[in-house]
């Protein structure tokens, strides 16, 4: 049976010498005897004010207004009576939790907790950080760092320089604008892909180049990827795939570790996957860049519904990894919609045929069937 008396140390709060008490437990109150069991005081439980545990064997009750009673318990009891008694008075002290609970369950949450709070970090905290970091890259810099990313993935590429001349060639009829020093690549590989690299390179394989059938689709494109360089979308996603990285970087100061760990991971750009927001930005501001240049949007929407429908159809394993453009540009039937919604919503918009554009796409498209 639990004991309901228990030997004490009380203070009156006038004098700093402790009196030797016993203290009888009630279920609404308790009392503090002297030596000849006189009671010397009543306390009410709901009165007591604070409650500490300085380890299972000493309990430390505060009591009253200034000045402030106090009243020590100790013994093997001292802990367990007053979790049984009183647990109201047990619920906001964190060190009552720790001793009456599971030691090893303690340990679990405890572990749990910080595996939570890491997850969230790594997940959530840590990527919104390393997107913010880019608004502190400037663009000259931005700039700086793309070419030197370029410089790894070429050495490991087999460009095409007279194509890339067309290409840009096919660019410059878009008369598109940006900010930045657009420059297109073509690689002489059969990944249907391409993307954007910070700075204003735009890589485009020739696996896509083949997937095209009109000039308004390699229109399309160009205005999808040069809207990704725009925006920063292809350097806010590589610091967010190497955010722990990046952060640390710039919080210790160190721009010039931020730029060696994304040029050390260049490549990535290649398999990165862009997040739908940055998709779906990139689809309408690219939308937008065409009917400014007077080109036919459907093109965008047709290589977009080409490469989804043929990449669907693909069951063997290994040529499904040459459709890479649908891993990195994640295609959604709400994005495509969207872009034939806007393009109903332009009615009977009259655009240009460019029939420069459409020859330099027609040697293009004839030159890579010869590769």
Same mark, same amino acid.
């Given at each position: #049976? ?36 006189? +009671? ?14 300085? *380890? ?12 402030? %009673? ?5 013994? $093997? #009891? ?22 009456? *609970?599971?030691?090893? %369950? ?27 970091? +880019? ?12 070419? %030197? ?10 460009? $095409? ?5 067309? &290409? ?13 020093? +657009?420059?297109? !690549? ?8 391409? /993307? ?6 735009? !890589? ?79 689809? $309408?501001?690219?939308?937008? /860049?065409? +009917? ?22 693909? &069951? ?8 890479? /453009? ?8 709400? @994005? ?10 332009? *009615? ?9 554009? @459409? ?13």
């Amino acid at each position: #049976m639990m004991e309901t008396t228990l030997p004490g140390k009380y203070l009156d709060g006038l004098s700093s010498r402790p009196l030797s008490v016993q203290v009888q437990f009630y279920k609404n109150y308790i009392e503090i005897l002297g030596t000849d069991n006189a +009671v010397i005081e009543t306390w009410d439980i709901d009165e007591i004010k604070n409650i500490d545990f300085t *380890g299972s064997k000493t309990v430390h009750l505060n009591y009253g207004s200034f000045p402030e %009673k106090n009243l020590i318990l100790e013994g $093997d #009891m001292a802990f367990e009576t007053i979790k049984v008694l009183y647990p109201q008075l047990n619920r906001d002290n964190i060190y009552f939790h720790l001793l009456k *609970g599971n030691r090893l %369950k303690i340990f679990f949450y405890g572990i749990l907790s910080l595996l939570s709070v890491l997850l969230i970090y790594l997940f959530v905290v840590a990527p919104y950080i390393a997107v913010k970091i +880019v608004d502190l890259i400037p663009q000259k810099q931005e700039i700086v760092l793309g070419n %030197k990313m370029f410089e790894s993935i070429e050495k490991f590429s087999d460009v $095409d320089n007279d194509l890339s001349l067309r &290409l840009n060639e096919f660019y410059t009829e878009t008369k598109f604008k940006s900010k930045y020093p +657009v420059e297109i !690549v073509y690689i002489d590989e059969a990944l249907v892909n391409a /993307y954007a690299v910070p700075g204003g390179k735009i !890589v485009v394989y020739r696996g896509l180049i083949e997937k095209m059938n009109d000039w308004k689709q390699l229109a399309g494109l160009l205005a999808h990827e040069l809207a990704h360089v725009d925006k920063r979308h292809s350097l806010k996603s590589l610091s967010r795939s190497l955010s722990i990285y990046l952060a640390v970087s710039v919080l210790t100061t160190d721009l010039s570790g931020a730029s060696t760990v994304l040029i050390d991971n260049a490549f990535k750009l290649n398999e990165l996957s862009h997040s739908r927001s940055f998709e779906k930005e990139a689809d $309408d501001t690219g939308f937008d /860049y065409l +009917v400014e240049n007077n080109i036919n949007p459907v093109g965008m929407v047709e290589l977009f519904e080409k490469i989804e429908k043929e990449e669907s159809m693909v &069951l063997n394993e290994k040529s499904r990894k040459i459709f890479r /453009y649908v891993s990195t540009h994640p295609l959604t039937e709400e @994005r495509i919609l969207s872009l034939k919604t806007r393009i109903s919503e332009k *009615g009977n918009s009259k655009y240009s045929e460019n029939d420069k554009a @459409r020859k330099i796409f027609e040697d293009i498209k004839n030159r890579s069937a010869q590769k």
